[in-house]
């Protein structure tokens, strides 16, 4: 069998079948593409296999979709490819061979772009979120987006307004390639206003979806098409979403796929956030303030560890040491005897720790006695 | 032994020792307070005992200052009266049988007030944050202390500007008592500019502390009273934390005394929530975003349960039915057979569903076939 014959048939049952069709799958995986093709356009099928091809068999469309695609600078990606994301889409079949709805692998990959799409896949992070987003989702999706580009991490996204924008064109800021995955033909543009983004996205990176050209957009395709936006990650996240946000339905398959799911955490007053702060609390996403935290959390052990926020240089004196060095004046200088009193620890401990602290640097002696160092302005909140 | 002398001995000890003095608590524990106090002041005491009593045992104002709380309205509470909030205590006795530097009760508590502290901490949740907290910061705290405050919870916090302040302020607007533990005397405002927000808990619930008259603040008494914090509340809510803030060290001390932990989100451009965003991040403390969370985190089972955020209503249809849904169209009627192959769903179940989506006032017919309903404008966010 040649490969174009292999493309012309997944060309045609992509067309034919409306995803996720896993009685087909199931079919094309048993007698393979071609035959399954011809037995499709025969109407020589299991009846659940007629049950997902039988609308549409008629259309047999390949040679105009392969050339629409071609001319657009696309082309048909067929897991028989060197360029199939195969590694990603195991966590797929794992999941479907749990009985998962969400673990189906397409049958073909419409994209635009001369990136590999393998290669990109290779380390990439989704960032996904509201289309309703506010000034500060989209600021963090556009830093999110910059930092891991810059972190030669490609991001994932949908093609919407709102938080998929702003991750893109941060990405596209950086230099780096980005993905946007499709819930229509790759030939259209949805929104009709990120056509320009999205043709920018198929000059840097890619342009993916397992719908045929002309396709239009729909709300089941959109939940569809999450599932590889998820799959096509190492993680997703959730930089804000409100109650019905399509991003929890991606959320959703990110977990079911096992991969890692993160939520940005957002001010408790912003609707924006509510979708986030319910996977922080149910436990399903780990929260994420920054892209080394999302390196962190995607990232293979022992590389990419976030430096601690904490504290790590000495700070303040402990215990004891710190009840002396708080009894000290400021400006006058104490007896030890008076230290004592005032910090109630017992009067030889207080003769040994001075010596330490003034070492420490934190005390000095004064004429009148000790004193707290005039270089210590250390003092912390409380 | 009269209970006038036991209050003058845990006077003495109060003053004497500077807390947490667990060899000194041992030796109440042993041989009493009455007899404690006596052989302290005698310096008749073990090493241990000395090294934590001989810097002040000849400090014996006792009954100076008990008269100098009672001209304050307030008095010296003891483990001996009805009023000792031995339920919530009672986490410290377990922390120090594990070996645990925050457990320890106090020898006794100055309070001012007219409140009954056990009848207060009989439901009582913990609010805390920094000083320099953000008007977020304190506009959370100033709603979570008037909710709490409204479903009967008492409000506990120190009384420092920024969270602390905002969260008592919100809980006497409610109307509802609040419990402010100092780091000094009771006689002492600190900081002086909450001199009347003090002065107003102390009206309306209590002020208390493990510090005897006239002690001044000092840092290591905060990380002391922050103990004292996290014991007398079923949780404790961290609303903002920088880097270095106190609240931390009451956070850790919540966790150390078994008690629930919670943070609040905020946004990842704000310094002022990174204390509380790694406490979410390291799984420490649990994410609240609402007064309700805080009463479900903290409260009994089978009580206080969140009505979930989540979408309870019916929602859009489902599978082949959304598909089907998505292909009729909004003003013009289609064919059962057109609606087929836009939805790629087969003829026969595309003609079952119609009247099904009809029954659920999604689908109706019209002259040229079938449309969407008109009163059918669901359309959620993808």
Known sequence: MSGDELRLARAYLSRVAEPPAPALAAFVTEVGPIEAAARVRAGDV?????????ARR????????????????????????????????NALAIAAANGLRCGLEPLALWVRGSCDLAALTRRA???????????????????FGFG?????????????????????????GAGGPTIAVLACGVDMAYPAGHQVLIDRIADRGLVVTEY???????????????????????????????????????????????????AVP?????????????????GEALPVTSVAEVLESTGRLGVDLVESTRNTDTGP??????????????SFGFSPETISVESGVELKRVRALLPQLELAGLAERAETGWKRSQEMSWRGDT
């Open 46 to 54: 299991p009846p659940a296999v007629d049950g997902q091809t039988s």
């Open 317 to 330: 004196p402990q215990g004891d040491a710190m009840r002396v060095f708080e009894a000290l004046g400021l």
């Open 266 to 282: 957002g001010p408790v007053t912003s609707v924006s956030s509510l979708g986030c702060h319910e996977l922080l609390r149910s």
């Open 148 to 172: 891991l580009a810059g972190a030669g991490v490609t991001v994932v996204s949908g093609a919407a307004y709102g938080i998929d924008g702003a991750a893109h064109r941060g990405a596209l």
């Open 212 to 262: 045929p050209p002309t396709r239009s957009p729909a709300r089941h395709r959109f939940l569809t098409r999450n599932r590889l936006i998820a799959a096509l990650a190492e993680g997703t996240v959730v930089v804000e979403a409100g109650r019905r946000s399509g991003a929890k339905n991606t959320a959703a398959s990110t977990s079911a796929l096992g991969r890692v799911l993160m």
């Open 58 to 89: 008629a259309e047999q469309w390949a040679e105009r979709d392969l050339e629409l695609v071609d001319q657009l600078g696309g082309r048909l990606l067929i897991p028989e490819d060197e360029e199939w994301p195969r590694w990603p889409f």
């Open 125 to 143: 992070v989704a960032v996904v979120g509201s289309r309703a987003a506010s000034d500060y989702g989209q600021h963090v999706a556009g830093e």
